[in-house]
């Protein structure tokens, strides 16, 4: 909540109208609208207030500092997702300080929760408050992805209509129980464990999905010629064991082509001593655009083959692609052209997940697309982990890549 109302003091200050809505105590969501004239429908700006944690002991400055340190802003969220949050902020204010005439209302949607999912967020936004989406046509967020050689050169800018489903699973394991001066066999400890040593074993079958194909094949352009028949044409080119000997050596680029499994938790007895007699992990398992989770539960219960162990979902939705083909797309283009010559547009499959998802649903156009564009040693990282930064440089420049993309498509011709 304190997030949401640090966007709404400056929304007040402003004369933004705005709206801050708590789907829970301490949960604050805020929705902000520059409203246009009602010829074109409204461009909506997404981002989440929330962050992941983080332990202190291996951070070399606070983490919720912002200082600035080395030309890079050092804090938790500077790239997931802050940083964003800020250059959709200053889209709004640099707009409405200008008067900028506008055809399209501009939405800005902070939500509480995406970290854990969403269903405090934008699932509850989306479900409680539909008005105030306007009919919107498109949607950005964060995801996307550029290429930038370390020499500066940008070769490619992402727009990613499309990301892997998420299939939160939590695998239940049931045994006997008793005092562990005596070790038993079949305990649920010793199942769940054979249970996740299957999956880890077992390798998801590689499969080359409409979207994945179209994101290579935007791609190949950047490769060299031999690398660029190849994945121009993958779904054939996997038939070749070396080229799939290749894919399988890049985690990033395996993980867009098959379905994937990490054990993230595991819990069992309160006790050392104590024999427990059910123990549980949590596994977080992406889907590939199209996959159904029915299937896949069906397919890793046969894996682990053991009638003593389940498998629930605990969160799971279907993935659903967003066109290419719009005059958002035809905008970003132009500009690119211009700030970037030689580089192009390229449509990444996100192996994440993004609130996307929810929006699609009601029929808007999402994209993540981020406008911070530098070369690997000066736009930052830690995503999720420690020191977490962001270049200034790549950051103030992408607050102006940012209005160089969508005041053409907001304002009134």
């Not at 390229?346 to 994440?352: E, F, H, Q, R, S």
Request: net charge neutral.
């Amino acid at each position: 909540i304190s997030a949401a109302r640090f966007f709404g003091e400056i929304f007040a200050r402003e004369g933004i109208e705005y709206r801050i809505l708590e789907s829970a105590p301490g949960r604050g969501n805020i929705w902000a609208r520059l409203r246009g004239d009602g010829s074109g429908r409204p461009v909506i700006l997404l981002n989440h207030l929330d962050v992941v944690p983080h332990d202190a002991r291996f951070w070399s400055l606070p983490a919720f500092g912002g200082e600035l340190r080395d030309g890079f802003i050092v804090g938790r969220g500077a790239l997931d997702m802050k940083s964003l949050a800020i250059a959709q902020l200053m889209l709004m204010l640099n707009l409405r300080r200008e008067r900028i005439p506008l055809a399209r209302d501009l939405i800005f949607i902070g939500t509480a929760d995406e970290e854990a999912g969403g269903r405090l967020g934008a699932e509850w936004l989306v479900a409680t408050h539909p008005e105030l989406l306007g009919g919107a046509e498109y949607l950005l967020t964060e995801g996307g992805g550029n290429i930038v050689d370390d020499d500066g050169r940008v070769r490619a800018v992402g727009l990613s209509p499309v990301e892997k489903a998420p299939a939160w699973l939590r695998v239940t394991a049931v045994g006997s129980a008793g005092h562990s001066s005596v070790p038993r066999p079949d305990s649920a400890v010793n199942r769940l464990l054979r249970a996740l040593n299957r999956l880890q074993g077992w390798t998801p079958p590689l499969k080359v999905t409409p979207a994945v194909e179209r994101y290579f094949r935007s791609l190949a352009p950047l490769l060299p010629p031999a690398d660029a028949t190849r994945y121009n044409a993958i779904s054939h080119s996997i038939a070749d064991p070396e080229f799939r000997e290749h894919l399988n050596s890049d985690p990033a680029t395996s993980a867009l082509l098959r379905n994937t499994i990490a054990i993230t938790r595991l819990e069992a007895s309160s006790k050392i001593n104590v024999i427990s007699p059910q123990a549980l992990a949590e596994v977080d398992t992406r889907l590939l655009p199209g996959e159904k989770i029915e299937d896949w539960v069906r397919e890793l219960t046969r894996v682990i083959d053991d009638d003593q162990v389940t498998i629930t979902p605990l969160l799971a939705f279907a993935s659903v692609d967003s066109p290419i083909g719009t005059s958002l797309r035809e905008g970003l283009g132009r500009v690119v052209r211009r700030r970037y010559p030689g580089a192009v547009i390229i449509y990444p499959v996100l192996a994440g997940f993004t609130d996307s998802h929810y929006f699609r649903r009601n029929g808007i156009h999402c994209y993540g697309f981020s406008p911070f564009v530098a070369p690997p040693d000066r736009l930052g990282d830690g995503y999720h982990g420690n020191d977490e930064r962001i270049g200034m440089t790549a950051f103030t420049s992408g607050v102006r890549f940012y209005r160089e993309v969508l005041e053409p498509l907001l304002r009134r011709r």
